[in-house]
């Protein structure tokens, strides 16, 4: 079973708009991560938020993080069409992750 | 850096034939893990290391074993390989537990015929 989930599974917007990912979990945890796939390719890390931290932010994305709700969202603003990809949160509630089923992104230009 | 290296990049296999997966990492990493991701799914974990060593089960380990040969090194081996073992292995590695990310090889895309 997958601790986190996300939310949509697939999202198509125009270039310049902003995207919004959510994930939702079951269980305590100790941070929440979010990775980037691009298609055929491995995962790339993109950010860590801890379970003390609210919200947090890195270039054009920003993350929140809502432990009473066990809910994190992931937003790209001033989206670009390389931001394509699949969008994976992770949950780390000790010796290993827990991934999601992925948001698939479609940025058009 | 190479960073996580696999090897191969694909593999056709047959049913009932054994194979395995190579990992290597050169970032000096301690733990070392072992995902599969079908089609249209997240990944989900088979069997990680923690430390040289030790190996833990994952999520979906049956149907694998796996070898922490040294720090660097961390195979996954099938011995009778299913159609059900379709998939797209990644090898990821990370300092150690706690807060830190994992760094992702860039997977191994097997087919069972």
């Known amino acids: 079973s997958q601790q986190g989930e996300e939310d949509p599974q697939a999202l198509s917007i125009q270039e310049g708009e902003n995207a919004t990912m959510n994930c939702s979990y079951k269980?305590?945890?100790?941070?929440l991560q979010w990775y980037r796939q691009n298609s055929g390719r491995g995962l790339v890390h993109l950010i860590l938020?801890?379970?003390?931290?609210r919200e947090k932010h890195s270039g054009r994305l920003r993350v929140t993080l809502d432990t009473s709700k066990k809910s994190s969202s992931l937003l790209i603003t001033a989206s670009r069409a390389a931001d394509t990809a699949s969008y994976f949160c992770?949950?780390?509630?000790?010796?290993?992750?827990?991934f999601g089923g992925g948001t698939r992104l479609m940025v058009k230009p | 850096n190479a960073g996580v290296t696999q090897t191969p990049k694909f593999q056709v296999l047959k049913t009932g034939q054994s194979m395995t997966l190579q990992c290597a990492q050169d970032?000096?990493?301690?733990?070392m893990y072992w995902y599969r991701q079908d089609p249209g799914m997240g990944l989900r974990l088979i069997y990680y290391?923690?430390?040289?060593?030790?190996?833990d089960k994952g999520e979906v380990p049956n149907g694998y074993n796996v070898s922490r040969l040294n720090k660097r090194e961390f195979s996954l081996r099938l011995e009778s390989a299913a159609p059900s073992q379709t998939s797209v292995y990644f090898c990821?590695?990370?300092?150690?537990?706690?807060?830190?990310?994992?760094?992702f090889g860039p997977g191994t895309r097997l087919t069972v015929l």
């Open positions: 992770a949950t780390d509630a000790g010796n290993m992750l827990t």
């Open positions: 269980t305590s945890i100790n941070n």
């Open positions: 938020i801890r379970s003390n931290e």
């Open positions: 970032m000096n990493h301690n733990s």
């Open positions: 290391s923690a430390s040289e060593g030790t190996t």
């Open positions: 990821a590695s990370h300092r150690g537990r706690g807060t830190d990310t994992q760094y």
